[in-house]
C-alpha cells in the first residue's frame, strides 16, 4: 500500500518513516501541484503548486495506515499554514495525499478526533486531497539524512527527531 504526506521538509519525515517496521520504502518527492516533472529549484520558488512529500510503501500487516497517519502528526507542526519551522513556502504545506476513500476517510477522522481533543494548540490547517502525479525528487535528496546526518540543518531539525523517535516509539522502529 501506498501513503503519501507532505509536512514540510521532505528530509525530516523520510528520516522518520524510513526506521519503521512494516515500511518498505520511503521516496522524497514533490505532489499536489500543476508542472510535470517539476525540479526542486522550480518547486521551492513555489511557482509549480507541489509540496514536497513522502510516498512511503508500506506492508499494512505490520503497520496500519492509521499508526502512519499519527505518525505523521507527531513529527511536524499541522498548525502552521505553509510553514514548518524555519522552512517557509507552499512547498513546506502540510497535507495528506490519500490513495483511496478509506485512507481518505481515516484522515479526516484522526484530524476531528486531534482538534477535538485539543491535542495541538491551534486547529490543525492539515488539507487533506486525492493522491495526484508524485514526482521522485532527485537522487540527492533521497535518503539524505543517512548520507548528510552531520549537517547543520539534519543536527538541528532531524536529529532531535531522531531522539524523540527513539524514545518515544521503540517498539515501532526496526
Known amino acids: 500500500m501506498l501513503a503519501t504526506f507532505a509536512g514540510g521538509c521532505f528530509w525530516c519525515l523520510e528520516a522518520v518513516f524510513e526506521r519503521l517496521k512494516?515500511?518498505?520504502r520511503v521516496v522524497s518527492g514533490y505532489v499536489g501541484g500543476r508542472v510535470p516533472n517539476p525540479t526542486y529549484q522550480a518547486v521551492c520558488s513555489g511557482a509549480t503548486g507541489h509540496a514536497e512529500a513522502v510516498q512511503i510503501s508500506f506492508d499494512p500487516a505490520v503497520i496500519s495506515y492509521r499508526k502512519l497517519l499519527e505518525l505523521f502528526f507527531a513529527f511536524h507542526d499541522p498548525t502552521t499554514l505553509n510553514r514548518q519551522g524555519p522552512d517557509?513556502?507552499?512547498q513546506?504545506?502540510?497535507a495528506i495525499f490519500t490513495h483511496s476513500a478509506e485512507q481518505e476517510a481515516e484522515a479526516r477522522q484522526l484530524i476531528r478526533e486531534l482538534d477535538e481533543a485539543g491535542r495541538?494548540?491551534?486547529p490543525i490547517v492539515t488539507r487533506v486531497a486525492a493522491a495526484s502525479t508524485f514526482y521522485p525528487a532527485e537522487d540527492y535528496?533521497?535518503?539524505y539524512y543517512q548520507r548528510?546526518?552531520?549537517q547543520?540543518?539534519?543536527q538541528a531539525m532531524i536529529s532531535p527527531k531522531m531522539a524523540h523517535l527513539r524514545a518515544q516509539y521503540a517498539s515501532l522502529l526496526r
Open 148 to 150: 548528510n546526518g552531520r
Open 88 to 90: 517557509i513556502g507552499t
Open 22 to 24: 512494516g515500511v518498505e
Open 152 to 154: 547543520p540543518y539534519c
Open 141 to 143: 535528496h533521497q535518503q
Open 92 to 94: 513546506y504545506r502540510s
Open 120 to 122: 495541538f494548540p491551534a
